[in-house]
């Protein structure tokens, strides 16, 4: 719902796999997604929805449209576009919400001028604007 948010949950699993199997399949895991995501950096995670469904057929990616209007490392103040997934915006230190917000504001009306998507934001954003 829109109005749900999560701020504990419980998981439990249910894997009869070897824990050493198990172990490094997921050490495989965190170690690609170490190379092909700026998990060391000050991201609210994935910004931006994929376009289309899983599933679909030519499925289009929020980064790979971000990246083709031209959008990795553009910064506004102290939020830059990351150069390793263009999907993410990171606080490089300073970055104020306004300057998240006319980033990703910026990527959004960059890629509805190169490709005629209209990215939605995946970032649950909350307040008010000054």
Do not use: M, Y
């Amino acid at each position: 719902p829109d109005d749900l948010i999560v701020t504990r949950l419980l998981l439990e699993g249910n894997d009869t796999g070897a824990p050493a199997e198990i172990l490094a399949e997921i050490e495989a895991l965190q170690k690609r997604r170490s190379e092909t995501q700026p998990i060391r950096e000050k991201t609210s995670g994935s910004t931006f929805a994929n376009p289309d469904p899983p599933g679909t057929p030519n499925q289009r990616s929020a980064w790979k449209l971000i990246d083709a209007a031209g959008c990795r490392g553009l910064r506004v103040g102290g939020a830059q576009v990351s150069e390793l997934h263009c999907n993410f915006l990171i606080n490089t230190g300073d970055a104020t919400a306004a300057d998240l917000e006319t980033l990703g504001e910026t990527v959004r009306a960059r890629v509805l001028d190169h490709s005629g998507v209209q990215l939605r934001w995946e970032v649950r954003r909350i307040g008010r604007p000054a």
